[in-house]
T-cell receptor
């Protein structure tokens, strides 16, 4: 299996620009998670989906952040407009309810720098 | 908000020594997991322990769980330079949020050759 695939791996953008991060979960996984990692705040859960439906988005910091999962094989995290404090590594992870319950498979992350 | 707090924040040991990391959490859980993160990479699952288990082994890893104290420990025996990484515990949301996995602050382990 190819694992969780995230793109882009690195993004540098200017304040005010729109940023879209993409994630392809492992085929057959029915849970998808978006996390943000910074030195100051560690790993924060932003939102997670089950069967493409958002279950808990209480970690989404502001209305500038939005996430979608139009189908089982694709999710996006959008920041509009971006701000320097959004600079972080954003991770996508997927999991499935049956089998090895609870194990999260992480992508390699998207490192975002907002100037 | 973070559920887990790891202790120590950083640990430096010699190759061959054992490394022990601790995790404390705040609310009831169904299971607790440990993950490893190499610099610049994603997290990799190491081991999962359920709330009704007290100890679990996997290779050189030993995990304990004390639900009365809301704490867990990860022991890596006979450490190797390749074990250098950050280690995180993750707890689920318990009865109200099984899949809401919250990660602790992490322990940075450095194993000196």
């Amino acid at each position: 299996d190819a694992g969780v695939i995230q793109s882009p791996r690195h993004e540098v953008t200017e304040m005010g620009q729109e940023v879209t991060l993409r994630c392809k979960p492992i085929s057959g996984h029915d849970y998808l998670f978006w996390y943000r990692q910074t030195m100051m705040r560690g790993l924060e859960l932003l939102i997670y989906f089950n069967n493409n439906v958002p279950i808990d988005d209480s970690g989404m910091p502001e209305d500038r952040f939005s996430a979608k999962m139009p189908n089982a094989s694709f999710s996006t995290l959008k920041i509009q407009p971006s701000e320097p404090r959004d600079s972080a590594v954003y991770f996508c992870a997927s999991s499935r309810e049956q089998g090895r319950i609870g194990e999260l498979f992480f992508g390699e992350g998207s490192r975002l720098t907002v100037l | 908000s973070q559920q887990g707090e790891e202790d120590p924040q950083a640990l430096s040991i010699q190759e061959g020594e054992n490394a022990t990391m601790n995790c404390s959490y705040k609310t009831s859980i169904n299971n607790l997991q440990w993950y490893r993160q190499n610099s610049g990479r994603g997290l990799v699952h190491l081991i999962l322990i359920r709330s009704n288990e007290r100890e679990k082994h996997s290779g050189r890893l030993r995990v304990t769980l004390d639900t009365s104290k809301k704490s867990s420990s990860l022991l890596i025996t006979a450490s190797r330079a390749a074990d250098t990484a950050s280690y995180f515990c993750a707890t689920d949301g318990g009865p109200s949020g099984t899949y809401k996995y919250i990660f602790g602050t992490g322990t940075r382990l450095k194993v000196l050759a």
